[in-house]
């Protein structure tokens, strides 16, 4: 990843204060005992949050005196959570890293350098994935999952409102006010508000790529361009039309759409598992799923990586676990735990588990196209180019303003960053 040295915010002036007073983490006097913080989200996941615990934790039974600690954080304040606890030269050990996020760690300096962690054997069964968790030549994490986003749908709510799959914007529409008519369920949710910043951010890039958009192109920022402006006009005549959930946030419609009562989904194969698994009104097998109902196939990604802190308390035991995590029976239990996700490895979920969850291979599909939502030339900037551009589409929602104007004051307030 090429990223130009841009530091930010709080984590950017307490690490490089600490960094040039020549601070740093304090490997542990010997490997293979301590504690072990980890740091993600979807520890909170419901199901899948105790699947994915079991499936790291197995270093304990490698490593008898290594414990493994959860530090679960919402995914809305996991980032800022992360910039202070780890400003402050604190934080988890390990942590999972959103690739938005992993650019300004890395400038930072807040990533341990992982170049020598692994070895051959391990080495050799990575995929591509990885590569996007190096940062001047160093890799500062590994894949922990790649996740594509779909559109999915209630199957029984869908024919109770005699509306088909949609497969265009004009469908989705459609079949989105034929479901609230019907049945007085929202037809259709997605994230829309600047208080899920981050992934709404990741949420959103589905729109501007599907509409054949991006952000950059050839080192110059392209928010205004008429993709884009056309994705954020069809966004908004979704939020508009009345038959989508405004106002709530994801873990909101996450759960209407858990008790079947959300008609259509745009989201990633990780959310729509936590939603069904092990769902008695809402089943896995009453899902239907399909591409994004857009004019190009292009589509958004969720990448994830796994790093260890600068400042990790047990920095070689931390290391150790890497080195486990990425061994073979360890890739297996976490394609199992991860599901419908691309891993770091090739190691596939099983096949049951794709029999049951027929929906898994659309998703898996989606990644022939998939792109993430860094800002190609300006990644160190991603969030503060994120900020601008959803403040500006979160004024044409809510305050009706014109797209195209918007995005223009986006682009021009964006250009200043330079």
Same mark, same amino acid.
């Given at each position: 990843m090429n990223v130009r040295k841009q530091l930010a915010g709080l984590i950017a002036v307490a690490l490089t204060a600490s960094l040039a007073a020549g601070c740093g983490g304090d490997d542990p006097p010997a490997a293979g005992a301590g504690e072990l913080v980890f740091a993600s989200w979807q520890w909170l996941e419901p199901s899948r949050g105790d699947q994915l615990w079991t499936a790291v934790t197995g270093f304990q039974q490698v490593k008898p005196a290594a414990k493994m600690k959860q530090q679960a954080v919402a995914r809305k304040d996991y980032e800022s959570t992360l910039k202070t606890q780890i400003g402050g030269r604190g934080g988890p050990d390990i942590l999972i890293i959103p690739d938005t996020f992993l650019p300004e760690l890395?400038?930072?300096?807040?990533?341990?350098? *992982?170049?020598?962690?692994? +070895? $051959?054997?391990?080495?050799?069964? /990575?995929?591509?994935?990885? =590569? &996007?968790?190096?940062?001047?030549?160093?890799?500062?994490?590994y894949a922990w999952e790649i996740v594509n986003y779909a559109?999915?749908?209630?199957?029984? *709510?869908?024919?109770?409102? +005699? $509306?088909?799959?949609?497969?265009? /914007?004009?469908?989705?529409? =459609? &079949?989105?006010?034929?479901?609230?008519?019907?049945?007085?369920?929202?037809?259709?949710?997605?994230?829309?508000?600047?208080?899920?910043?981050?992934?709404?951010?990741?949420?959103?890039?589905?729109?501007?790529?599907?509409?054949?958009?991006?952000?950059?192109?050839?080192?110059?920022?392209t928010i205004n361009s008429p993709e884009n402006v056309a994705a954020v006009t069809a966004y908004r005549d979704m939020y508009a039309s009345g038959a989508m959930a405004v106002g709530d946030d994801a873990s909101t419609f996450r759960s209407k759409f858990k008790e079947g009562k959300i008609g259509m989904m745009i989201d990633n194969s990780s959310a729509l598992y936590t939603m069904v698994n092990g769902n008695k009104v809402v089943p896995s097998t009453g899902v239907g799923a399909s591409k994004l109902p857009f004019p190009t196939p292009a589509s958004g990604q969720a990448g994830f990586f796994v790093g260890i802190n600068k400042y990790a308390k047990n920095k070689a035991l931390a290391k150790e676990w890497l080195r486990w995590f990425y061994g073979a029976d360890a890739q297996q239990r976490a394609a199992a735990a991860l599901g419908a996700s691309v891993i770091g490895t090739d190691a596939k979920p099983p096949a049951d588990f794709v029999t049951a969850n027929p929906w898994v291979l659309t998703f898996q599909a989606q990644a022939a196209t998939s792109a993430d939502a860094v800002v190609d030339g300006f990644e160190t900037k991603t969030a503060q180019l994120r900020h601008l551009v959803l403040t500006e589409v979160e004024k044409v929602l809510v305050?009706?303003?014109?797209?195209?104007?918007?995005?223009?004051r986006a682009q021009q307030e964006a250009e200043k960053l330079r």
């Open positions: 890395a400038d930072a300096g807040a990533l341990e350098p *992982l170049d020598d962690v692994l +070895g $051959a054997a391990e080495k050799s069964t /990575l995929n591509a994935t990885s =590569a &996007a968790g190096t940062y001047e030549g160093k890799q500062v994490g559109l999915f749908w209630n199957k029984d *709510l869908l024919a109770k409102a +005699g $509306a088909t799959p949609p497969t265009d /914007l004009a469908g989705l529409l =459609a &079949a989105a006010k034929a479901i609230k008519d019907k049945t007085g369920n929202p037809g259709f949710a997605v994230r829309h508000q600047i208080s899920e910043e981050t992934p709404w951010w990741i949420d959103f890039s589905n729109w501007s790529y599907g509409f054949g958009g991006a952000w950059s192109k050839d080192g110059k920022l305050a009706g303003d014109d797209p195209a104007a918007a995005l223009t």
